[in-house]
């Protein structure tokens, strides 16, 4: 991998700062080289592409591209649901929280239905069991959405990463309760190399049925693959996707970049590198007094309580970053390209200012 000249700016406001990956680069040109290709997916690169993924996961299952994550999770979820279900997911769901009510928008108004945010399991960005039990099991009547869909978030928002065992214990109760399971794996990659496990393992085996599968964050120019493991899910989805204006006309060139990924592990490096790059910031935060992190990362962000004028310094300085949560807590996002010298000049100016 050749990161960009350090001469460049980086920053740590989030993973799409970073631009695409030498390996998508590559089979972009490659797509644009192959001369005219049908448009809409019928293209060498869109077969290509949907069959590494199919190979990737070992199962069949309907594999759909779009543009972005809003779309791919609001989509899937509207193929999950009428629009009298509803959806459990955490208070930090991006589903919930991100998407300008895109998931209800295009469900026709299926509600989302947050677990509560004070309990152990939800500081650190997660649904269990019990929470989603409770939620379903609330309430039975007519005058309450039916609960229909758990979406659960793999690495989640808080950077934190369900283990195989943890989805399998949701899948369960939702499976024995009769809802779907959606994965909005925005930075699945992430979660894949930390856990260290097959992608199978995690997802279809564990009894998700849809996963909408990030693209952008791990090193593609744009574009997210929803795959359907439940492919009765994906009937009419084509529709779907068209309708709301996420199908491409030149899809090769969102396609073809998955090949790059996909080839010789690419999207496992690129999310080993950023959730390493990650692993650097948070050793070198916890030797800062001063400087509170929040929780272990085990992804590719770290989040860390700062004092307010000590965020403004470094905004000053212009580092750009997000301060997520409330109180001074901020999200410290690393990516494909993150340099180690990009991470010590961050962290000797957090300690100067610090001091
Ligand atoms: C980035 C992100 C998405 C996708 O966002 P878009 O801007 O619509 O591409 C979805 N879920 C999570 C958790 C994200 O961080």
Not at 106 to 130: I, M, V, W, Y
Not at 228 to 246: C, N, T
Request: aromatic share 10%; net charge negative; proline share 5%.
């Amino acid at each position: 991998m050749t990161p960009h000249s350090s001469s460049l700016r980086e920053h740590f406001a989030s993973d799409n700062y970073a631009g695409m990956c030498p390996e998508a680069t590559h089979w972009f040109l490659e797509a644009n080289n192959s001369g005219h290709q049908p448009g809409y997916g019928d293209d060498i690169w869109t077969q290509r592409s949907t069959d590494m993924i199919r190979e990737l996961f070992g199962t069949p299952c309907d594999v759909y591209f779009v543009f972005n994550g809003t779309a791919a999770n609001s989509l899937a979820l509207a193929a999950m649901c009428q629009s009298y279900h509803s959806v459990i997911c955490t208070p930090v769901a991006h589903v919930d929280t991100d998407e300008c009510g895109g998931p209800e928008f295009f469900s026709n108004g299926s509600k989302l239905l947050t677990t509560e945010s004070d309990s152990p399991a939800a500081r650190l960005g997660k649904l269990t069991p019990q929470a989603v039990e409770q939620l379903i099991t609330k309430r039975s009547d007519i005058h309450y959405p039916k609960p229909k869909v758990v979406s659960l978030t793999q690495a989640t928002e808080l950077g934190t990463v369900y283990t195989v065992e943890e989805v399998r214990a949701i899948c369960a109760v939702a499976r024995q309760r009769g809802l779907k399971v959606h994965m909005d794996g925005a930075r699945f990659a992430n979660a894949v190399a930390s856990l260290r496990c097959h992608p199978a393992e995690v997802t279809w085996r564990a009894g998700v049925d849809v996963l909408c599968f990030g693209g952008t964050k791990n090193g593609l120019p744009i574009g997210e693959a929803v795959v359907f493991f439940d492919r009765a899910l994906s009937e009419d989805f084509a529709y779907r996707v068209k309708q709301a204006g996420q199908l491409a006309s030149k899809m090769r060139f969102i396609s073809a970049p998955w090949v790059g990924l996909l080839e010789n592990e690419v999207w496992l490096r690129n999310a080993r590198h950023a959730n390493a790059m990650a692993q650097r910031l948070y050793a070198a935060l916890r030797e800062l007094p001063g400087a509170t992190v929040l929780h272990p990362p085990e992804a590719n962000g770290v989040f860390v309580q700062l004092p307010r004028e000590v965020i403004d310094g470094l905004h000053a300085k212009g580092w750009k970053f997000y301060e997520f949560i409330a109180g001074g807590g901020c999200r410290l996002m690393c990516a494909w390209d993150t340099t180690p010298e990009a991470v010590d000049a961050f962290v000797a100016d957090l300690a100067a200012a610090l001091r």
